[in-house]
């Protein structure tokens, strides 16, 4: 056994938490093979104590089987996993300090949710007291305390998720795993949840790993994103950073409505390869792609608006599709070879663009994101 397998497997849980409030993660070349399949290759990643760091991508990108490696539910092929400046690689989950939220509630039916609860604390060989006094804590937590003596086939889904959320918190751990917690529930309660996690994880200052596939709850919810696609790191950001500045066209696609526009950089300017356009910018001669988002584009009636300004694209096109989405209006204008996707928000005495009608689109060169 080699000596860092046999210092892991001899901390207790005490030893594997941090002294600041929530644990920190770190992943080192971490590889995870099932058979000759690759789910994971090296990946690296630090997370912060306090962190709320949030796994996106799409299915089969490896998510789950990071979540895994850290819960300690399955052990790396190569690579670490360190929590605090422990190796925890081959510790298993039961000594591991941390609490996990699964898209499946996974509540003991036969069990009352007070019951649920006390159980990960009687096993800690808790007093009855203490048993007592923190399942009551943790059901006021999630605002549930009345519900203490029913059996989850008594609650809502809702209900359910967050017993299991009470039940992963009651026993105060500095780190907190969830995958695609709120998969389950409807839009109105995903987001009531979205933001009651939030509260909670910022009030406790816990770590949080969290594991989904939609881009607005991860922009909601997290500090930083990190996506994810075949198993590797495609970009670690701030939800501003991720939507404003994507570096690569899998990223811009995966937060929302983009447009692409291939083209060619020559002399300090892109110039489009429909021929439409040209921006200043500062990056190597060569064929190029930019990434522009459809409310960076300004709509103006008729052929002749637009903002003819230095650094400005000036486009004009004609209206071929107008969604109204509530706040908002989706149009697909034609210019040239290109179908411009562009939003406005939608205000009160302001007509809007007709199908079939002429309008003039123009966008600042700083919104323009070159890819690489
Ligand atoms: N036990 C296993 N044996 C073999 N292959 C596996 C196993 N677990 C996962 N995989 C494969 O590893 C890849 C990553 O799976 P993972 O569950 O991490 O994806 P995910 O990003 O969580 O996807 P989803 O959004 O669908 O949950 C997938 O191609 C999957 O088929
Ligand atoms: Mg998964």
Redesign the pocket.
Known sequence: MPPQTLVANNLSNKEVETTSRGASVEFRALS?N??S?E??RSFDLSIRSGEFLT?L????????????LLAGF?FPSSGQVLIGDQDVSRVPSWRRDQGIVFQSYSLFPHMTIGQNLAFPLETRGLQKHEVAEKTKEALQMVRLDSFADRYPSQLSGGQQQRVALARALVADPPLLLM??PLGALDKNLREEMQIEIKHIQQRMRLTVLY?T?DQEEALTMSDRIVV?NE?QIQQIGVPEELYERPRTRFVAEFFGDVNILPGRISGGRFEAADNAFGLPVQALEGEACGALRPEKIAIQEGAEGGRKMPGWAVVPGEVIDVIYLGQMCRYVVRSGGTDYIVKTMVSPGVARHAKGGTVTLSWDAADFVLLQ
């Not at 991508?57 to 895994?68: R, V």
């Open positions: 995870k099932y058979g399949f789910a994971l796994l991508g799409p299915s089969g990108s490896g998510k789950t089987t990071t979540l895994m399955e995958d695609e594991v596939h994810m198993g």
